[in-house]
């Protein structure tokens, strides 16, 4: 039995999606350049399927996590559930790797008939007709112009391939040379309490042009879930891209701790974990449609459910202001009101 969660329209899409979606970064497993290290299909399998059972109506992934495993996952997961409980499952493509050496990091490739290839690949290892949406993972560095690689998805909505289209950690002038060749339908941009620029610029963007918004890493990767500890940043395996990162390390990680610390307080008030306040927090913006959260395990998905129906008090929203300043930690505004201001 499915739960049903309240839902926000991306963009002008047509699809309206749950508050927070199942991010499958993690479930691509170990053995590549910018993988957590290893993980058990089966858990991510049981994690995917306690999401959607959960009331959660979208999965993103990308060709790239796991160098196209984390698709097979999604694909294996969602295998013989009914089409009125399918969740919309979103992929990102123009990362090429390399099947013969699994630890040098892909390559960004706008080339037309490598999006094309990629998009056909996405397709099979999802076991999908068409893919809900489909986004370009990156600014191409091969030397193909954003015109010429994001006219593919335009023309890949077209033949039917790809429901809508969207471009993730892309600029302010990218975005404008996008949207005179056709319609960005949905942005993915980093955000969360550590990292907060978005709010300055994309987010006001978004919402001048309607388009939908989908933030990934609103629990910066593990820091802001109060699970995290110094000695936890020091232990992390060597396969797990974090390792030595600086958000991970000083002299960023005491203040970044802190600020999760804080968080506790608005936590308790609401009977949530500060995992849910932190991704709440980056919903409580204007033009966030919705927040990519990862999870490995059933239990990691109830860590953040909670966000999907929170909604902070401008108390809280205050009180969690007044925590980053004193802090210190990261940079962008400090709260919504702020974001409106620029």
Known sequence: MTTFLPTTRLGRTGMHLTRVGFGAWAIGGGGWAHAWGHQDDAASVAAIRHAVESGINWIDTAAVYGLGHSEEVVAAALAGLPEADRPYVFTKGGQVWDPADRSAAPRRVGAPASIRTEAEASLRRLRVERIDLYQMHWPAEDGTPLEEYWQVFTDLKREGKIRAAGLSNHGILQLEAAEKIGTVDAIQPPFNLIHRDTAGDILLWAREHEAGVIVYSPMASGLLTGAFTAARAAGLEPGDWRAGHPDFTEPALPANLALAEALRPVAERHGVTPAAVAVAWTLAFPGVTGAIVGARSPRQVDGWLP????????????????????????????????????
């Open 307 to 342: 966000a999907a129906t929170l909604e902070l008090k401008d108390d809280d929203l205050s009180d969690i202001a007044a925590a980053i300043r004193a802090t210190g930690a990261g940079s962008g505004p400090a709260s919504r009101w702020a974001g409106l201001r620029v």
